[in-house]
């Protein structure tokens, strides 16, 4: 059974189609880059895995099970913002997760906290952007899960801390898991990814496993995302 | 000796050239036990599924032994490790020859250049 499958998916905000029957099936094992340019659909796409938005039509099932209980206590979520009540402390938030999540591995997060250099006796006001978001990555990669969706999870961070998170995405995630990491930035994913899903104007355009892309292209999956994402007006002639 | 990714070739591609590389050149010993998947995926920063198909290249070349009960090491027949060392030479001959050529050398001025710098 495909850990994901997404059939005929529409939704409608007003005026604007932000889903046009995307279809897409995820497999197990995998770390998928979900790419496309601002509004194209990717965090409409992923706030309906999350159950957070109703679709005008069509179906999505993870793990079998149409969003509910069950494929949220399966599914761990970075938002593309932050939620957090900011007088609380580090700490605070690794135990509302642990007293939410089944699968949140409290001796993992505090080896995580050690390794982002996170202080758990500190106050989130007190956090910059990027050490926010450091925490939020600490807490979603703390649980035990089949699939992690992260929406722009290197968006804040300086170079230095992207690779970094990379690399804390690379060694945490459930071997048994599958990663989606949506992001308009492909040249900092592209070395991380199994296959790479292109989403335009609310559809999916193309789904390719990384590698067989490069080698038929000849081009890195950065060089495909911008030729297949030009904007028309820059066109020569 | 870092991993490094950077033009448009297939990264499993990169990867196994640069592993040829630290074998050829005794990084991994003959015979040696060889680091584990996600040690190297780790290392280099890449996906373990691109790691591992990498790693499959090199054992269908003959230069990776897999044993079911030690894991994998490195090839000790000398015969494949001298085939090995002679196909990168000339691999980096050709690339070689090919940025001379684009400067207008051909290949007995370039030997010529090749034998002076001896000099120097």
Not at chain 2, 80 to 88: G, N, T, V
Not at chain 2, 107 to 117: M, N
Request: glycine share 8%; charged share 25%; aromatic share 8%.
């Amino acid at each position: 059974m495909n850990l994901v499958e997404i059939h005929g998916l529409s939704k409608r905000y007003g005026s604007i189609q932000a889903l046009d029957k995307a279809e897409l099936t995820l497999e197990t094992g995998r770390i998928i880059g979900l790419a496309g340019p601002n509004g194209s659909g990717k965090t409409t796409l992923i706030k309906t895995l999350n159950g957070l938005i109703c679709p005008d039509e069509g179906s999505v099932l993870i793990d079998g099970h149409e969003p509910d209980r069950y494929t949220r206590s399966i599914l761990s979520y970075l938002p593309d913002r932050d939620y957090f009540a900011d007088w609380m402390k580090i700490s605070d938030m690794m135990d509302i997760f642990d007293d939410f999540y089944a699968d949140f591995d409290r001796s993992k997060a505090d080896e995580l906290c050690r390794t982002l250099q996170l202080d758990p006796m500190q106050r989130i006001k007190s956090l910059s952007k990027g050490t926010r978001e450091k925490m939020q990555l600490m807490l979603v990669m703390s649980r035990r899960s089949k699939l992690y969706v992260l929406d722009e999870p290197l968006a804040g961070v300086d170079p230095a801390a992207r690779e970094f998170i990379l690399h804390t995405i690379l060694t945490n995630y459930n071997e048994n898991g599958s990663v989606l990491i949506s992001t308009h930035l492909i040249s900092d994913v592209e070395q991380v990814l199994d296959e790479v899903v292109f989403i335009k104007e609310g559809q999916i355009v193309l789904h390719r496993n990384a590698d067989d892309l490069r080698a038929e292209s000849g081009r890195s999956i950065d060089e495909c995302f911008r030729e297949m994402f030009r904007y028309s007006g820059w066109k020569e002639n | 000796m870092d991993f490094h990714i950077k033009d448009a070739r297939p990264i499993w591609q990169q990867l196994s050239a640069q592993l040829k590389l630290r074998i050829v050149t005794g990084f991994y010993a003959p015979g040696s036990r060889f680091p584990a998947v996600r040690e190297l995926a780790a290392e280099a920063g890449v996906n373990p599924n691109t790691m591992q198909r990498a790693l499959t290249q090199l054992e269908s070349d003959g230069l990776l032994i897999t044993n079911r009960t030690v894991g994998r090491s490195v090839t000790t027949d000398v015969g494949a490790l001298s085939a090995l060392r002679s196909e990168l030479a000339g691999e980096e001959t050709a690339e070689y020859l090919e940025a001379m050529g684009r400067l207008g050398y051909g290949r007995r001025e370039c030997a010529e250049l090749i034998l002076e710098g001896e000099k120097i």
